[in-house]
């Protein structure tokens, strides 16, 4: 076992459902990540997959459609983040590195989950490093490097949306039941909310391209049959570009999870 107290590392070789249910449901109790390598399912990887997920949480069921982007249940389903050569408008998509962001931030309350789940079907020949940082990290270095742009991440409410249906509303930084939490996608901070907004949306960006930069962003290259859990709502997330022309190219599943006192 390896990782920083937010994100653990693990190499669950040989562990069969039970087991790695049991793993994934203590690592989690105690990270906002768990990254898990060279596991070795029995049958149908998604299925499997699903069923240790279902130890720590209700699955969602919910996939955004390929085409509108809009979200709806369908119960079973997996979204797959596959690189498509004639899908350049969506990031989903396509081969181009993607920001660090939360998938909620802007997913109308009533879709927004709590827990999610990749499992990586393949990586692409060169780059597709997944990004991750927690609230806590971004939270601490925008409070010593920052002062005034951590003081607008906690105090200025923003609201969030695709195409013009609203999402989320927060402060990019908060606190709930005593947990940091963050909220953040750049490109879908609803338009006309400002200059405050406006501001901290340029000047956060910048921020955290320098934390990549700085190399305090965890940074690493998932393998062919990889899993990683993560909480959404206190972690962000990205990747790097990728080398890919066929579709399928790179292929990622994700699904998600809602802990069952939040799901009840
Ligand atoms: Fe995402």
Redesign the pocket.
Known sequence: MAGEGWLRVLDVAGLDVEALRALVRAEMAGACAVRLRHATPTGDPLTFWRAVGDAIGVASDIVEDSATGAPRRAPGAWMD?RFEPDRRDS?RHHKVG?PL???GAYTPPEFAQEI?LFYLERQARSGGESLFVDAATVAAHARAQAPDLYEALTTVPVHFGKAGAPGRTATVLSTRDGRLKINWNYFRVMPGQGEAVDRLREAFRSFLERMIEDGVVACFRLQAGDAVFFR?EEVL??RRDFAAEQSGDRLLW?TYFMPASAAA
């Open positions: 983040v990031y993607q962001h939360s998938d999610a959404d997330h990205g994700k």
